[in-house]
């Protein structure tokens, strides 16, 4: 029997460039009869015609499956879609704006079935990347790493062939606040990796502004490692200890000189520091408290509102 590779992209706003994805896709689906094939779209509630250009493409191979979420979820939830509904016996992930080449797709299916269970592409370069950016992406998963012990690799994504295996323990695993790069780590299994080079966008630009990497970059943090709230503990600590032999000092001081009119601007950095300190403390209990209160809501993660051939 045929062995079943599910194709998944999750896309938001990318009208102009599916079609052309799907092009490359069907070349690459033609081409290897040996397997069957499902090319799962999962629209993320996209503002432009991108569900219709779906449907369109359901309409003229029934290959083609496509989920529509209820609205814009972010494209970590929208993967746990395609992964809940995806079929086949291995599972490709990619980008709908081409900067995943399609070619990749028969090396990383020939290390499959050579028994490896996630194989994952890593990016040769980082294209126009800004050098602040390229510096402060290897900062975050240096700390990433050193904290969170597992290996966050850098440059490497969401381009990879996930096994059935893969995929059912991805699925178990419905945080709302989702690092799903940090879960293909976590997860372990037969890992292997190839490189590509990876193109320019096709159409439109990238929906991960800063803010929206700053996030996510919270997120990866937060969902594997309480290292922050450790370093809050040891600094509280330290600022203690300093705080507790210099009020010997001022106390002595004063006992010996009777001088207690003195030191207002010492006074003045004494407050503003300790009230810094502490509101950091605060901000970071703050930020894993938020995530329990989401967790603890037990919302769904996303929400459909059509779907076909899935
Ligand atoms: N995407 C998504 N939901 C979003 C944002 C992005 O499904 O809210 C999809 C997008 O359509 C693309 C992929 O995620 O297929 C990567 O997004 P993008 O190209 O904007 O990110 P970048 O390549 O800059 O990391
Ligand atoms: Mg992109």
Request: proline share 2%; charged share 25%; hydrophobic share 50%.
């Given at each position: 029997m045929k062995k079943k590779v599910s194709i998944l992209v999750p896309c938001y706003n990318e009208e102009k460039s599916l079609p052309v994805l799907y092009e490359q896709l069907k070349q690459l689906m033609d081409g290897h009869q040996d397997f069957e094939w499902q090319v799962l779209l999962v629209d993320d509630g996209s503002k432009d015609s991108t569900l219709q250009v779906c449907k369109t493409l359901r309409q003229t191979d029934d290959r083609v499956a496509y989920i529509g979420l209820s609205r814009n979820f972010g494209k970590e939830r929208a993967m746990l879609a395609g992964f809940d509904h995806a079929t086949g016996d291995c599972l490709v992930?990619?980008?709908a704006d081409l900067q995943h080449p399609p070619h990749v797709i028969p090396q990383m299916l020939q290390y499959w079935q050579d028994g490896y269970e996630d194989?994952?592409?890593?990016?040769?370069d980082r294209g126009?990347?800004?050098?602040?950016?390229?510096?402060?992406?290897?900062?975050y998963y240096k700390l990433l790493q050193k904290s969170a012990?597992?290996?966050?690799l850098p440059n490497v994504g969401d381009f990879r062939l996930l096994d059935r295996k893969c995929v059912d323990a991805l699925k178990t695993m419905r945080e709302s606040e989702r690092y799903t790069k940090g879960l293909y780590c976590w997860m372990g299994f037969k890992k292997k990796e190839i490189t590509f080079d990876q193109g320019e966008r096709y159409a439109g630009k990238s929906s991960f502004n800063f803010s929206r990497l700053m996030g996510?970059?919270?997120n990866g943090i937060?969902?594997?490692?309480?290292?922050?709230?450790?370093?809050s503990t040891i600094?509280?600590?330290i600022v203690s200890i300093c705080a507790f032999i210099y009020m010997l000092y001022v106390l002595i001081k004063t006992c010996i000189m009777g001088d207690p009119v003195q030191g207002f601007p010492t006074l003045v950095i004494l407050i503003l520091f300790l009230g810094g300190v502490q509101l950091l403390a605060i901000g970071i209990i703050g930020e894993y408290l938020a995530r329990i209160y989401q967790e603890t809501k037990h919302r769904p993660v996303y929400l459909i509102s059509e779907k076909e051939g899935c």
């Open positions: 992930i990619m980008d194989v994952y592409a890593k990016r040769n126009k990347e800004s050098w602040l950016r390229r510096k402060l992406t290897l900062a012990k597992i290996d966050v996510l970059a919270v937060t969902s594997y490692t309480v290292a922050p709230l450790r370093i600094l509280g600590f």
